[in-house]
């Protein structure tokens, strides 16, 4: 299949926009007057998981935070940035982190090979994977593997998010915030819910509870 030229792209966004004003001619008006989106989503940079079109929710509705595997790294100071404003700014009410099955992030964690600069990311993974090592090696199918996998790291990520200051700072103040964990699957376009969701400090280990 032909891939589009920068040129194209730009065609297509004319296009695009004037669907957008024939079918609605104060859609952009609405979206740059103001931005309340109720939900923040951290998901992986995969090209084929487009969060709005997933969950139905159009431009402005959803704010987005996206990376290699869907990391939240107490390090990554972008991360931490993007679920600041969201919290503090625009109140959001859920945060959702969701992975992928399949994800070639983790299917590389899950492997020995040298990847180059990628491996000190990854190196994030390889840790959920330190620690279910037995559970993860027990399953005889690769793809299996690869897959409980990203179900456990979508699961220590929403601890990551939950230990953020940021995070209980907002429930100490009583800010209503959820923090779910979800899986997409490229086969089919379904969303599976972890049910690991987190809404108080009392759900955190005492040794990452921060207290004022």
């Known amino acids: 299949m032909k891939k589009p030229t920068p040129q194209e792209l730009f065609e297509r966004n ?3 926009s004037m ?24 998901g992986c ?20 935070h996206r990376n290699v595997a869907n990391i939240v790294p107490h390090s990554d100071a972008n991360c931490l940035a993007v679920i600041q404003y969201a919290v503090e700014v625009l109140k959001v ?4 982190v969701t992975g992928h099955y399949n994800c070639g992030g983790v299917r590389a964690a899950l492997g020995d090979q040298d990847h180059g600069q990628i491996d000190n990311w990854l190196a994030h993974i390889k840790d959920v994977l330190r620690d ?21 790291n979508v699961i220590q990520q929403v601890r990551n998010v939950a230990k953020t200051s940021i995070v209980q700072n907002a429930w100490r103040k009583g800010q209503e915030l959820t923090i779910h964990g979800w899986v997409y699957s490229l086969h089919d376009g379904i969303l599976k819910d972890l049910e690991v969701d987190m809404n108080s400090i ?7 509870q921060i207290n004022q």
Do not use: C
Request: proline share 4%; net charge negative.
């Open 14 to 16: 004319k296009e695009w």
């Open 19 to 42: 669907n957008k004003l024939t079918a609605d001619s104060e859609f952009f008006s609405r979206l740059s007057d103001i931005q309340e989106p109720n939900y923040l989503w951290v």
């Open 45 to 64: 940079a995969d090209s084929r998981v487009p969060a709005n079109e997933i969950v139905g929710l159009e431009p402005g509705e959803l704010f987005v």
């Open 93 to 96: 009410e859920h945060i959702i």
């Open 132 to 152: 279910h090592y037995d559970e993860v090696t027990s399953i005889e199918d690769e793809n299996d593997q690869v897959n409980r996998l990203v179900e456990l």
């Open 202 to 208: 009392d759900q955190i280990h005492k040794a990452y």
